[in-house]
């Protein structure tokens, strides 16, 4: 018995030897794989402060600003003791960085921890035939922001487009714009250029800041791509030259104005108004048409109304379309009483979309009218003629219906 007993404790002596024995080898064993992954030297900690940018990848990289005369470059995350860590990042001036070949700070959107390969930059196309250039905004590339728009101008028009927002940093656009232009007029001195005007919203706060503008001679474009290139082989790329101010449109001071004949025929007590043209309309990409209605006002109730033939959508437009008011359809209206509205109206390319009222003018006895309104009224009722003026296109009129 004491035998058994006496072996029993040799072999259990044996293998907790063993089982310790092992343990201690696997303590040694991940001893040394964490040394493996420490940085021991300070050249390592160097060589890693020191790396480009370009080679850096999503995963270990982070970017923060420093002071106004340089920024901090991105670097790897090292794993010491088990711990997770993020070596100091390495203060690079901005010349330095320019001579070095490095991204400068703006290259870096710091908001969204996310890294710019380049400067920002827009593409579009230009396509002219006769009487008509067709600008297609692209893409953006590179803008450090929330959302985009751009605003699409040429220098020898009033008209003025605007695109939706896009998400960045590189929003797609691809909306298509249409601009009148002679043929003439392209090789004209000064150049015709196109003109983008690139706005960023912030989500947060939705204030609608200046990010840059563009400026391309449209001749030149004409010139290497050809007046109708073929899909996807006249795509330009333009920098965007980063500003602080920017201009909605190139309307300035120029209002939207509207060319109208009136007359009165006393004896057949019946009011002629001819629509004849409009300049200077400020449009939107969604405008397809646009109409005129055309009503009797008494007292500031609708009584009669016409509604023009729909005109292609254009900064100035040409009616010449004639409406006729017989009074003795109305027999207790009085004349001091009347008053004409003209509101123009566009209609949008999306059906469920309501036409959206561009503005007013209003000519007649009325308080809604402007005093040249009200003195064109008085000079068609004394003239026994047809009576034309130009009118400023007001704020929408509103009806009463009866």
């Known amino acids: 018995m ?8 040799v072999a259990g002596s044996l293998f907790l030897a063993l089982d310790f024995l092992i343990f201690v080898a696997y303590i040694i064993w991940r001893q040394k794989k964490r040394k493996d992954k420490e940085i021991k030297t ?13 080679e850096m990848t999503k995963k270990n990289m982070w970017i923060n600003m420093s002071d106004s005369d340089g920024f901090l470059i991105p670097c790897k995350t090292i794993e010491i003791n088990g711990d997770k860590r993020r070596l100091r990042p390495k203060k690079i001036p901005f010349t330095k960085e320019k001579e070095d070949g490095y991204l400068d700070a703006t290259q870096y959107d710091y908001r969204t921890r996310k890294r710019q390969n380049g400067i ?18 692209r893409k953006g590339k590179q803008l450090t922001g929330d959302r985009f728009s751009i ?3 040429l220098s020898n028009s009033t008209l003025s487009y605007n695109t939706s927002y896009v998400n960045g940093p590189d929003p797609v656009f691809n909306e298509t714009f249409r601009f009148p232009l002679q043929i003439e007029d392209i090789s004209a001195d000064p150049p ?3 003109k983008l005007n690139i706005w960023s919203l912030e989500k947060l706060s939705e204030e609608k800041k200046p990010f840059g503008l563009v400026k391309a001679s ?20 333009e920098n965007i030259e980063r500003c602080t101010t920017l201009i909605e449109n190139q309307q300035g001071n120029l209002s939207t104005e509207v060319f109208i004949h009136l007359g009165y025929l006393s004896a057949a007590r019946r009011i002629v108004v001819l629509l004849s ?24 109730s609708e009584k009669k109304t016409f509604t023009s033939t729909g005109i292609k959508a254009e900064s100035n437009i040409k009616f010449r379309e004639e409406f006729v008011f017989h009074l003795s359809e109305f027999p207790n209206l009085g004349i001091d009483g009347l008053a004409i509205c003209i509101e123009l109206q566009a209609i949008q390319k999306k059906l469920l979309l309501k036409p959206r009222i561009l503005g007013s003018v209003t000519v007649g006895n009325s308080e809604k ?11 068609m009722l004394t003239s026994g003629s047809s009576v034309s003026k130009w009118h400023t296109i007001q704020e929408p009129y509103v009806l009463v219906n009866n």
């Open 2 to 9: 004491s035998l058994t007993l006496m072996w029993l404790l």
């Open 42 to 54: 300070k050249d390592e900690v160097e060589n890693l402060i020191d790396i480009n940018p370009n």
């Open 120 to 137: 920002p930059m827009v593409s579009f196309e230009l396509f002219y035939r006769i009487g008509e250039l067709k600008v297609i905004i």
């Open 151 to 153: 605003s699409v101008m």
């Open 192 to 194: 015709v250029q196109l």
């Open 218 to 237: 449209v001749e030149e474009i004409l010139i290497k791509y050809g007046l109708m290139p073929a899909q996807g082989k006249g795509i330009v790329w």
């Open 277 to 300: 043209e409009v300049k200077n309309l400020i449009l939107k990409p969604n405008d397809k048409l646009i109409v005129g209605v055309i009503s009797l006002i008494y007292r500031d």
């Open 369 to 379: 009218a402007e005093r040249t309104g009200r003195e064109h009224w008085a000079r």
